[in-house]
């Protein structure tokens, strides 16, 4: 394997911005179904995979949205052709035994809540992680979110209780008129260390 | 902005796998900064940062890590030139002076630990999502980890108590002589669903 040039690296890395405002062009369903078969091949803990999406796309389906939001977060994400809703499934383990058939881990999990809550988050937000890279890779911007009633939300588009919303993530074509100033970021010698 | 070509999709998400062995070359320190410099640049909610890395190289942390593990994780880790700690700061939130200058955001995490905690668990893992990726974008391969004591490893590493670990990736150039079979990945249709 090799580095990836430095275009690409400045796609997914070094010059990618979080975007406030987005093109109305819609995004084709091809584009959000390759979208997932590349975020799908991001590891996770015993190939757990416990992330759920929701792509809002419907003019209904984001004004259900934008009830949850916080106001800040409101015309953007009606603006933005795509919103997906980051969940994780709280009965993710029910899949390992197609998933993961090493041997039985079912039962690692259905008998400890605390465990499976722990790694329905951790692996649910990894995938979020790849969600975002996967859309820059395939030419996107992001506009991932935290400013919402996650309560409501969660009545609201998940009333059986069983998936849990982590973050929130617009897709689109950004408009660089209405970017934020990029913030800065901790160094290495504040954040590493080599032991 | 455009799709990448299909060999970095590839490098970075369909072909790339968990590695269970590692050649034993070491990893210059310079890759180990770019890596970071790639990784930083990755969103986070109100640019909290809150992931801390530590690079494990020497044998005697290699020593001290394979205390904290897993017996199925000790040998590769050990093989492993590099093994990064994940971690997050409990007090991501005392950098938000300077890291999110828009407003004094300190105060919404420091007066609710829940909250921060939270955030500090979504966006460490978001991050080490990140590092996956900015590996495998340098060409490095990785082997990310859940099986290990926290408890103990929070103790040997970090024993003031501010940061706690998220996960541990081990990284170098893989073997593919000691791979395991590739698990499979859920359906579009099982995850999915466009509203």
Redesign the interface.
């Known amino acids: 394997?090799?580095?990836?040039d430095t275009a690409?690296?400045s796609?997914?890395?070094?010059l990618?911005r979080?975007h406030n405002g987005f093109a109305s062009e819609p995004i084709p369903?091809a584009t959000?179904?390759h979208l997932?078969?590349?975020?799908?091949?991001?590891?996770t803990?015993?190939?757990c995979?416990p992330?759920?999406?929701?792509?809002?796309?419907?003019p209904?389906?984001k004004q259900r949205l934008a009830a949850t939001l916080s106001p800040g977060n409101v015309e953007k994400t009606l603006a933005a052709p795509v919103t997906v809703i980051v969940a994780s499934d709280s009965f993710f383990y029910d899949?390992l035994p197609?998933?993961?058939?090493?041997y039985d881990a079912r039962p690692i999990f259905a008998g400890n809540a605390n465990l499976a809550s722990n790694?329905a988050?951790?692996?649910s937000?990894?995938?979020?992680?790849?969600l975002?890279?996967?859309a820059?890779?395939?030419?996107?911007?992001?506009g991932?979110m935290?400013g919402f009633d996650a309560d409501k939300l969660n009545a609201s588009?998940f009333p059986d209780g069983r998936y849990h919303v982590?973050?929130l993530c617009n897709l689109g074509?950004g408009d660089p008129g209405k970017l934020?100033p990029r913030?800065?970021?901790?160094s290495?010698e504040?954040?590493?260390?080599?032991?």
């Not at 394997?1 to 990836?4: A, F, I």
């Not at 997932?36 to 590891?43: A, N, R, S, V």
């Not at 197609?98 to 090493?102: E, K, L, M, S, V």
């Not at 913030?183 to 901790?186: A, C, S, T, V």
């Open positions: 394997m090799t580095t990836l690409a690296l796609q997914l890395f070094s990618a979080t369903e959000l179904r997932y078969d590349l975020m799908k091949w991001g590891p803990s015993m190939n995979q992330a759920r999406l929701v792509f809002v796309t419907s209904e389906g899949h197609t998933q993961f058939p090493a790694t988050f951790r692996n937000s990894l995938q979020g992680g790849y975002i890279l996967a820059r890779a395939l030419g996107l911007d992001c991932p935290s588009f982590n973050f074509i934020f913030g800065p970021r901790l290495f504040e954040t590493c260390r080599i032991v």
